[in-house]
T-cell receptor
């Protein structure tokens, strides 16, 4: 069974640009959660999508947005990039909403560098 | 104040010893508790979950939970060099997971 895939794996962008990251969950999983990982803050929850609906949102500015498609694939968009957005962005999939299934399976991440 | 606190380490133990990893959490997030292992350059993988006070053992791993003290720990017995990684503590509170910044563990052969 294929795991969680994320594309691209590495990305370099300039301040002010926007970026879109993609996540394909494990087949049959309908929940996708997004996290930002930085050395100082650790893993921080961005949002969760289940069956194309945003269930929860973390404490991030509106520049961070996402969506989920009918095939459960999810995209995350960051507009007007700032230097502080440089991080590893991880997505995690679950068969049910994460808070019900408890187990989350993480993808390899997208390393975003903003210059 | 952060929801979940971990000692960042690094923690070094000799091969065969017991590694003890600790985590404290704020009282607003106190439902279920998880330990993830993250190798350098890799994504986190779930290794233990614990939901009630006491100990839970799985092979060489033991998770301990004390809700009164808001404390959860992970013990790794007979530590192996392959256990060298960053260990993340996660707490389910409300509708989301809160993660600590992780403790870096090095097992010295």
């Amino acid at each position: 069974k294929a795991g969680v895939t994320q594309t691209p794996r590495y990305l370099i962008k300039t301040r002010g640009q926007q970026v879109t990251l993609s996540c394909s969950p494990i087949s049959g999983h309908r929940s996708v959660s997004w996290y930002q990982q930085t050395p100082g803050q650790g893993l921080q929850f961005l949002f969760e999508y289940f069956s194309e609906t945003q269930r929860n949102k973390g404490n991030f500015p509106g520049r961070f947005s996402g969506r989920q498609f009918s095939n459960s694939r999810s995209e995350m968009n960051v507009s007007t990039l700032e230097l502080g957005d440089s991080a590893l962005y991880l997505c995690a999939s679950s068969p049910l909403p994460a808070v019900r299934s408890y187990e989350q399976y993480f993808g390899p991440g997208t390393r975003l560098t903003v210059t | 104040q952060k929801e979940v606190e971990q000692n960042s380490g690094p923690l070094s133990v000799p091969e065969g010893a017991i590694a003890s990893l600790n985590c404290t959490y704020s009282d607003r997030v106190s439902q279920s508790f998880f330990w993830y292992r993250q190798y350098s350059g890799k994504s986190p993988e779930l290794i233990m979950s614990i939901y009630s006070n006491g100990d839970k053992e799985d092979g060489r791993f033991t998770a301990q939970l004390n809700k009164a003290s808001q404390y959860v720990s992970l013990l790794i017995r007979d530590s192996q060099p392959s256990d060298s990684a960053t260990y993340l503590c996660a707490v389910l509170g409300g509708n989301q997971f809160y993660f600590g910044t992780g403790t870096s563990l090095t097992v010295i052969p």
